[in-house]
């Protein structure tokens, strides 16, 4: 199973492009990129799964460059509600289970 | 439709106490997951289920135990509970771990044990 590395934190002022990167190194090549958002007392939310070049949708734009030895989750000018932790995991196509790392804090401020 | 549900919120046990907690999902999934999370370590998974009468060990499945009797119903036990058991547990459920699904979390269980 690859393992993921990001940041442990960011801060970040209300307004801004937040670019979180991950770096997987040994991702094989049926292995996807997802990334969860998780809020204090909650469970994780899916946020933007991608394989390769770019996906966007309503929340989140993931890039990710030809080698897939890293990858950038981007949110659009973030807001307060956006404070959470955001975990990066590699996931194999059919496998059970999924391995979260402890992700990166982002703390937005006003 | 609830999603993915978690019975209780929250409780404390004494030592050697034990326990069961209850996940329950209304997507019609195949797959159910429990993970536990600690401080600064992310998740880690304990035991999951592909499907009505399976269960299989996760990263960490030592001191607990698991039944899916039912599709809907995932249940995690603890026959004799210890404080390194202290913990927020969650459940998730899946259609299928295909690249395609992702896991829809429940909204946590936190368990004290002292």
């Known amino acids: 199973l690859a393992k993921t590395t990001q940041p442990i934190s960011m801060d970040s002022y209300e307004g801004q492009e937040v670019n979180i990167t991950c770096s997987h190194n040994?991702?094989?090549?049926?292995?996807?990129i997802t990334w969860y958002q998780q809020f204090p007392s909650q469970g994780p939310r899916f946020i933007i799964q991608?394989?390769?070049t770019k996906v966007t949708n309503e929340v989140a734009s993931l890039f990710i460059p030809a080698d897939r030895k890293s990858s950038t989750l981007s949110l659009p000018r973030v807001s307060l509600s956006d404070t959470a932790v955001y975990y990066c995991l590699v996931v194999v196509t059919g496998a059970n289970n999924l391995f979260f790392g402890t992700g990166t804090r982002l703390t937005v401020i006003p | 439709n609830a999603g993915v549900t978690q019975t209780p919120k929250f409780r404390v046990l004494k030592t050697g106490q034990s326990m069961t907690l209850l996940c329950a999902q209304d997507m019609n999934h195949e797959y159910m997951y429990w993970y536990r999370q600690d401080p600064g370590m992310g998740l880690r998974l304990i035991h999951y289920s592909v499907g009505e009468g399976t269960t299989a060990k996760g990263e960490v499945p030592d001191g607990y135990n698991v039944s899916r009797l039912k599709k809907q119903n995932f249940l995690l036990g603890l026959e004799s509970a210890a404080p390194s058991q202290t913990s927020v547990y969650f459940c998730?459920?899946?259609?299928?771990?295909?690249?395609?699904?992702?896991?829809?979390f429940g909204p946590g269980t936190r368990l004290l044990v002292l």
């Open positions: 040994n991702i094989a090549t049926n292995d996807y």
């Open positions: 991608g394989y390769k």
């Open positions: 998730a459920s899946s259609y299928l771990p295909d690249r395609q699904e992702t896991q829809y």
